[in-house]
């Protein structure tokens, strides 16, 4: 079959997936270890550049492999790795050319406690390592070409959110402003799913949260989650119907070729209350000194210490990132593939900032009106501030009723 993909369906260059290939190798003969088994997708499309089912093998020395249940003839349109086709993983198992003795590798931070035993039955005397630790660092680190996805994607939630005070209005409900965000975001093309590493939920692009409902406390580590549709996914946009004088934080992920940025803005229907204003104005003041401070060497700890430190000096303790019980640790987290994952500006974290990692600045605040939100997605230059990559106004947006 001849595979002609439809426009923007956009490949990864050859180039970029063999410089991949040749760093993990790398880190992999450098830990005295034959090679690494990634078997899960966002691990497999990052080397490879191809998501069909199947398992890569990144050996320390020699040729990757490419094991392909399905679709085997479309994997090999989409990746340069070469391309092994399998019935299964036994038979991927027999075909990886390990020897008794040998240290493997798998992503023990995912991959199922049986799906763990069922690779130790069938590698017989291979040693099984974890390098979850290896594959994140690695990722942490982006490269020329996942820099000018994100900031396409960061570009892309500029026009999406420069949308988004005509949408607005008395009785408008949140789950509503989600949709047309989604529809408007697809038209451009996001894909409408933003992975998480480990998470308890899939993770979605439309939290869309207002009024004292916005702040209410729920199951993943945030400051403001709403109710929710449904206490089967509770929390983001619920039927809830906006109302005038009320903070609208706006949380909308946008995902391009499988590369995310993560923003937010605040926006009310009518004038804000001096509360809302005072807070939003607060955690402008936050994202300048973290900017400031976000340069390769500093320490992630010392950057999320300055913040809570300002935040306290603009009146904002009570509730900067969430009430005491719902209080995050951290004030940005790293993302690309995934959300969720290393580099994070952490509380009493030792780890040193690099150049070329990307941050979503996670800069949120809880008042009794409700959430007030203010998050940029970053990248960590050489030299200079970060480039921010979601290129948008920081100002709260009132629009008038």
């Given at each position: ?9 956009r ?8 410089a991949?290939l ?7 003969a ?11 997708a ?7 550049g191809s998501c069909?089912q ?8 020699g ?11 479309r ?12 019935r ?13 003795g ?12 049986r ?8 590698l017989?005397?291979v ?12 990722r942490?680190i982006k490269?020329?070409y996942?820099i ?21 209005g008395?009785g ?8 047309q965000?989604?529809a ?13 590493r ?9 939290h869309i949260?207002?009024g004292p ?14 109710y929710g549709?449904s206490?089967?996914?509770?929390l983001g946009?619920?039927?809830?119907q ?5 903070p609208i ?39 300048e000194?973290i ?13 999320f ?13 009570a509730?900067?990132l969430?009430?005491?019980?719902q209080?995050t640790?951290f004030?940005a987290?790293?993302?690309g ?6 580099p994070y500006?952490l ?5 040193r900032?690099?150049a070329?990692?990307?941050y ?7 008042l009794?009106?409700?959430p ?6 970053v990248?960590?230059?050489e030299?200079?501030p970060?480039?921010?990559?979601s290129p948008m106004?920081?100002?709260l ?5």
């Open positions: 079959m001849s595979w002609q993909f439809p426009p923007g369906y490949l990864v260059p050859p180039e970029v997936i063999a991949r040749e760093r993990a190798g790398q880190a992999l450098a830990r005295g270890m034959a090679a690494m088994l990634l078997t899960q966002p691990d497999v499309y990052y080397y490879t069909q199947g398992v890569a093998l990144v050996r320390a020395r040729t990757a492999l490419y094991f392909v249940r399905r679709h085997a003839g994997a090999a349109a989409e990746s340069p790795v070469q391309v092994v086709p399998v299964g993983l036994t038979e991927a198992a027999r075909s990886l050319s390990l020897q008794a040998d240290r493997l590798g798998l992503t023990l931070d995912l991959l199922p406690a799906a763990y035993l069922d690779w130790r039955r069938r017989t005397g040693e099984l390592d974890d390098v979850s630790a290896l594959v994140q660092e690695q942490a490269d020329d996942e000018a996805v994100m900031s396409e994607a960061g570009a892309l939630a500029a026009k999406v959110f420069a949308e988004i005070p005509r949408l607005l008395p408008v409900s949140e789950a509503w402003l989600a949709g965000l989604q408007l975001a697809m038209a451009g093309g996001h894909i409408d799913l933003l992975r998480t480990g998470a308890f939920l899939d993770t979605y692009s439309w949260v207002s409902e916005g702040a209410v406390p729920s199951t993943i580590d945030a400051a403001s989650l709403g549709l206490p089967a996914f509770p946009a619920s039927h809830k906006f109302k005038p004088h009320e934080v706006v949380d909308f992920g946008i995902c391009l070729c499988g590369y995310q940025t993560d923003q937010t803005r605040t926006f009310c229907l009518g004038a804000a209350p001096p509360a809302l204003r005072a807070a939003h104005a607060g955690l402008k003041a936050v994202q000194v900017l400031e401070m976000l340069r390769p060497g500093a320490v992630s700890g010392e950057i210490a300055t913040a809570v430190e300002t935040a306290r000096a603009h009146g904002l303790e509730g900067f969430g009430r005491p019980e209080r640790r004030c987290h790293g993302l593939l995934e959300l969720g994952v290393p500006l509380e009493g974290s030792r780890e900032v690099r070329r990692e990307t979503a600045l996670e800069l949120k605040m809880v009794d009106e409700g007030v939100g203010l998050e940029n997605t990248l960590v230059r030299q200079g970060p480039a921010i990559l106004p920081d100002e947006v009132e629009v008038p009723l």
